[in-house]
Each structure stands twice: as structure tokens, then as C-alpha cells.
């Protein structure tokens, strides 16, 4: 394809005919219009190279370009387009089995298009379940301010930042939140675990109060992302795990980013050695190529759907949900991540990014530094004593020196809460040593010249 055919026509047409997400149109700079891409490097369509240090939203983990995943999914189309899930298919059968390997075992897989859609199922299933106990008041659930759990009513209702949700309130009812276990501003003089404690027990606080026979479930990410990279001290999560086993509340944990390799294990939660009662997971399941998601229940939870001969099973259907050609370029893109130990690959390549950039934190400008896996968030601050956060214009010129240099990165925070200050690392675990050498040189480069 020649990229510099109708460059202006295609942005005159883009400006007229897309609505882009989550994007403001008042001094809107011209879109990046990609056209394609190769291991962690995109081109737009200007002939422009960017290393996408964001893997597109924290999705393309084994990098772009991968032809045989493209493959997978012709071979699936040809053979057999589509079927619904109320029956069966082979490569959902043979996807399902993989997962639950991956998982350490004991999971029934329930496959929908998006990391929303699988949390509105660990929603309804985990109500229903409360119900065919008998215990029909169960309906809350609690997590965490700053999380994000997705864009559909259930699932934004259990995000807690405001600046995506205040527009379009009332959401689904019986989301309560807490605070997330945010290290870095705990209070003068706690430890990092008395303070994670704390946060954990505030969770057991909410069901007492709320009455322990309304919640339903907990749902969080092993590591807060896109609110800003947040990771907890190991006691939190071992903490939320007791809390929730004591008050027979189902644990929920949201694996659409930390899942398939992003944390340096299978899936991010397996770092904290605990187990959830549901799991759900997208991005990095398809790397990308093709909407694909998962709800992951524990058996025991399953068969309590299938007790009783009525009215018991799970009323819930959506068309697409883990068709033929997702889950088959799912296994195949599993199967690259497997042959190619990319795994262990976002461990070292973690590691040796949080060292180099760790030397960043003396710069002024930088409050904290958090890692977890190949994953990171660097906090900007105007003052390290104040921890005042950066004003989001100054952010957004660190942002855009990093893009004219050709690195994209990306930045979390709540703009209504008044703070948009972390900026965000997620490349493709299939980064070369050359590719992450460029991420941090730019990167310093940038910093070096604030
Ligand atoms: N949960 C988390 C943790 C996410 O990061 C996202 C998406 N960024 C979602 C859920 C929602 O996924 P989707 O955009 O596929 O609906």
C-alpha cells in the first residue's frame, strides 16, 4: 500500500465520519491514521514509525504483524464461520481446555466480545449464584475508586472514576467503592503493609456495614492499570481473599490487562498466590487481532447452575461471544506465547525497565515509579514534598514530545477528580532488547529536557 495516496482526503473523511473514543473535538490535533504494523512498531499513514509502548490499549502482546495468527483465523472462517455458544464448537472446546490449564485448573469458561461484556456476566452469574443458594439479598458489590471494570452500565458502575461515569448516571444500582491501596499517599508514618492491611480491611468494614447478606461479590484487578498503575503490598490481596471466603462474597478478579503473561506470570493474580472464585479476561487473550473474552468460574460455583432441572441454568446469550475465529486465533496466539516464553520475557523485560527507569526518580518532576510484570507507571508530581500532582497540559507535552520523538506512551488518571498525572508503559511482550532500549532512551531524553 502506498502511504502517501490521499493522506488529506482520508483525514477530511475520518473528521466527518468517525466518532473516535474517548477523545475531545475542541482543539483536536489531526488523527494518527495507522496503517500498519510490525512487532512493536506502527506506521501511520504519513510513512511516520512510532514504537507503541501502549500495545494499541494494553492488548497487543505479541507484538503486530503476526501473520500465522491472521492464518488461524482464515483456516477457522473457511472451515466453519459461526456458531452459537448454545451449542458447541471445536476451537471453543479446545480454547476453554487452554484456559483452564493456564488457570491452574478448576474453571468452567463462559466466552463473550469484550472485557466489559465478561464482567456484566461475573455480575450476573455471581447474583444468580447467590440466589439459587437461597440467599436472594446478595445483590452489591464492592471495588475500588480509581479501578476501571469497563464502559457498560454494570461494568462502569463498578469503575470509580468519575470522569467517566458522571455524565451518564444513574448506572446499574448496588456498586459501592472503596480506596484503592495507593501507597504512595498513605498517611506519614505507616508501613506499606499496615496501610494495604488497612485498605483490605476497609473492604470488610463495607460488607458489616452495608450488612454481609447484600454483597454479592468483591471485584478488583490484581494491580490497579489504567487508574494509574497502583500495586498493592502481597498482604492486600491475601487479606481480600480471607475477607471475602469469611463473608461468603465471591471474588471477582478482573485479568483483562494483568492476564496472559503482562505481569511475569500466566495471570496476574497467580503473584499473590490466591484464588479467585471468578476470573475474566480480553486483550491479551487475541493479543488484539480479534474481540474475544472470557468469564472464568470456579467449578463449585458452576454446578450449582446445574442442580436443579428448571429455571436454573444461566439466562444469559450473546452472538458473538467467543465465535469460531477468535478462539482459534486465541489458541494460536497462546500457543506463540508459550513457544516464544513470553511469559518469562515480560518478567526480564520488567525488570530491567523498572531498573533504568528507576533512575528517573531523582528528576523533579517524578513522585513514584510503580511496576508490576512488564507494566509500568511513572507518577508526575510539580513538587515531591507536596505530592501535588502535575497539571494534566504539562503531562499531556511530556506525552506529545514522546510521540514527535516516535514513542507513544500512554496516561491514567480522573481529570473530574482533578488529577491526570501517571503516565503508563505496556509494550508488547515481545519487545526486543532494542525496542525497550529505545522506549527508555526516549523516554529519558524527554525527561531530561522538562
Ligand atoms: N477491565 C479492565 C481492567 C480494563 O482495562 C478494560 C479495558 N481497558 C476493561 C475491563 C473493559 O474492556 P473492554 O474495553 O474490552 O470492554
Same mark, same amino acid.
Given at each position: 500500500?502506498?502511504?502517501?495516496?490521499?493522506?488529506?482526503?482520508?483525514?477530511?473523511?475520518?473528521?466527518?465520519?468517525?466518532?473516535?473514543?474517548?477523545?475531545?473535538?475542541?482543539?483536536?490535533?489531526?488523527?494518527?491514521?495507522?496503517?500498519?504494523?510490525?512487532?512493536?512498531?506502527?506506521?501511520?499513514?504519513?510513512?511516520?514509525?512510532?514504537?507503541?509502548?501502549?500495545?494499541?490499549?494494553?492488548?497487543?502482546?505479541?507484538?503486530?504483524?503476526?501473520?500465522?495468527?491472521?492464518?488461524? /483465523?482464515?483456516?477457522?472462517?473457511?472451515?466453519?464461520?459461526?456458531?452459537?455458544?448454545?451449542?458447541?464448537?471445536?476451537?471453543?472446546?479446545?480454547?476453554?481446555?487452554?484456559?483452564?490449564?493456564?488457570?491452574?485448573?478448576?474453571?468452567?469458561?463462559?466466552?463473550?466480545?469484550?472485557?466489559?461484556?465478561?464482567?456484566?456476566?461475573?455480575?450476573?452469574?455471581?447474583?444468580?449464584?447467590?440466589?439459587?443458594?437461597?440467599?436472594?439479598?446478595?445483590?452489591?458489590?464492592?471495588? #475500588?475508586?480509581?479501578?476501571?471494570?469497563?464502559?457498560?452500565?454494570?461494568?462502569?458502575?463498578?469503575?470509580?472514576?468519575?470522569?467517566?461515569?458522571?455524565?451518564?448516571?444513574?448506572?446499574?444500582?448496588?456498586?459501592?467503592?472503596?480506596?484503592?491501596?495507593?501507597?504512595?499517599?498513605? *498517611?506519614?508514618?505507616?508501613?506499606?503493609?499496615?496501610?494495604?492491611?488497612?485498605?483490605?480491611?476497609?473492604?470488610?468494614?463495607?460488607?458489616?456495614?452495608?450488612?454481609?447478606?447484600?454483597?454479592?461479590?468483591? @471485584? =478488583?484487578?490484581?494491580? @490497579?492499570?489504567?487508574?494509574?498503575?497502583?500495586?498493592?503490598?502481597?498482604?492486600?490481596?491475601?487479606?481480600?481473599? #480471607?475477607?471475602?471466603?469469611?463473608?461468603?462474597?465471591?471474588?471477582?478478579?478482573?485479568?483483562?490487562?494483568?492476564?496472559?503473561?503482562?505481569?511475569?506470570?500466566?495471570?496476574?493474580?497467580?503473584?499473590?498466590?490466591?484464588?479467585?472464585?471468578?476470573?475474566?479476561?480480553?486483550?491479551? =487473550?487475541?493479543?488484539?487481532? &480479534? *474481540?474475544?473474552?472470557?468469564?472464568?468460574?470456579?467449578?463449585?460455583?458452576?454446578?450449582?447452575?446445574?442442580?436443579?432441572?428448571?429455571?436454573?441454568?444461566?439466562?444469559?446469550?450473546?452472538?458473538?461471544?467467543?465465535?469460531?475465529?477468535?478462539?482459534?486465533? /486465541?489458541?494460536?496466539?497462546?500457543? @506463540?506465547?508459550?513457544?516464544?516464553?513470553?511469559?518469562?520475557?515480560?518478567?526480564?523485560?520488567?525488570?530491567?525497565? /523498572?531498573?533504568? =527507569?528507576?533512575?528517573?526518580?531523582?528528576? *523533579?518532576?517524578?513522585?513514584?515509579?510503580?511496576?508490576?510484570?512488564?507494566?509500568?507507571?511513572?507518577?508526575?508530581?510539580?513538587?515531591?514534598?507536596?505530592?501535588?500532582?502535575?497539571?494534566?497540559?504539562?503531562?499531556?507535552?511530556?506525552?506529545?514530545?514522546?510521540?514527535?520523538?516516535?514513542?507513544?506512551?500512554?496516561?491514567?488518571? +480522573?481529570?473530574?477528580?482533578?488529577?491526570?498525572?501517571?503516565?503508563?508503559?505496556?509494550?508488547? &511482550?515481545?519487545?526486543?532488547?532494542?525496542?525497550?532500549?529505545?522506549? @527508555?532512551?526516549?523516554?529519558? +531524553?524527554?525527561?531530561?529536557?522538562?
Amino acid at each position: 500500500m502506498s502511504l502517501n495516496h490521499g493522506t488529506m482526503d482520508l483525514v477530511s473523511k475520518d473528521r466527518q465520519f468517525l466518532w473516535h473514543a474517548f477523545s475531545p473535538y475542541k482543539d483536536q490535533a489531526p488523527p494518527m491514521v495507522v496503517v500498519e504494523g510490525k512487532g512493536s512498531w506502527i506506521t501511520d499513514l504519513n510513512g511516520k514509525k512510532y514504537l507503541d509502548a501502549m500495545s494499541g490499549l494494553w492488548c497487543v502482546n505479541v507484538g503486530y504483524g503476526r501473520e500465522e495468527l491472521a492464518k488461524a /483465523a482464515y483456516d477457522q472462517l473457511v472451515t466453519m464461520p459461526y456458531y452459537p455458544l448454545t451449542q458447541s464448537h471445536v476451537p471453543a472446546i479446545r480454547l476453554a481446555e487452554k484456559l483452564n490449564e493456564w488457570l491452574g485448573g478448576e474453571y468452567v469458561i463462559f466466552f463473550s466480545n469484550s472485557g466489559s461484556d465478561a464482567n456484566e456476566v461475573a455480575f450476573k452469574i455471581a447474583r444468580q449464584y447467590h440466589q439459587q443458594n437461597g440467599e436472594h439479598s446478595r445483590y452489591k458489590f464492592i471495588s #475500588r475508586y480509581r479501578a476501571y471494570h469497563g464502559s457498560s452500565m454494570g461494568a462502569l458502575a463498578a469503575t470509580g472514576q468519575a470522569q467517566r461515569k458522571y455524565k451518564y448516571e444513574p448506572l446499574s444500582g448496588g456498586f459501592l467503592h472503596v480506596a484503592p491501596p495507593d501507597s504512595y499517599r498513605r *498517611p506519614e508514618g505507616m508501613t506499606e503493609e499496615e496501610f494495604n492491611l488497612q485498605c483490605a480491611r476497609a473492604i470488610e468494614q463495607t460488607i458489616i456495614w452495608e450488612g454481609r447478606e447484600t454483597i454479592a461479590g468483591v @471485584i =478488583m484487578e490484581p494491580v @490497579i492499570t489504567g487508574g494509574g498503575v497502583i500495586v498493592p503490598h502481597p498482604v492486600y490481596l491475601e487479606e481480600v481473599r #480471607r475477607i471475602c471466603s469469611k463473608h461468603n462474597v465471591l471474588l471477582i478478579i478482573d485479568e483483562v490487562i494483568c492476564g496472559f503473561g503482562r505481569s511475569g506470570q500466566k495471570f496476574g493474580h497467580l503473584n499473590f498466590g490466591i484464588k479467585p472464585d471468578i476470573v475474566t479476561m480480553a486483550k491479551g =487473550m487475541t493479543s488484539g487481532y &480479534l *474481540p474475544l473474552s472470557a468469564t472464568a468460574v470456579r467449578k463449585e460455583i458452576f454446578e450449582v447452575f446445574k442442580e436443579k432441572a428448571d429455571y436454573s441454568h444461566f439466562r444469559h446469550v450473546n452472538t458473538f461471544g467467543g465465535t469460531p475465529a477468535s478462539c482459534a486465533l /486465541a489458541l494460536k496466539n497462546l500457543e @506463540i506465547v508459550e513457544r516464544e516464553n513470553l511469559v518469562e520475557r515480560a518478567k526480564v523485560l520488567g525488570e530491567r525497565m /523498572a531498573r533504568e =527507569m528507576g533512575e528517573l526518580i531523582d528528576h *523533579p518532576l517524578v513522585g513514584d515509579i510503580r511496576s508490576f510484570g512488564f507494566l509500568m507507571g511513572v507518577e508526575l508530581v510539580e513538587d515531591q514534598q507536596t505530592k501535588q500532582p502535575l497539571p494534566v497540559a504539562q503531562v499531556g507535552k511530556i506525552i506529545a514530545a514522546c510521540k514527535e520523538r516516535g514513542l507513544i506512551i500512554g496516561k491514567n488518571g +480522573d481529570t473530574v477528580a482533578g488529577f491526570n498525572n501517571v503516565l503508563t508503559f505496556s509494550p508488547p &511482550l515481545s519487545s526486543t532488547d532494542e525496542d525497550l532500549d529505545f522506549i @527508555i532512551q526516549t523516554f529519558k +531524553d524527554v525527561m531530561k529536557s522538562q
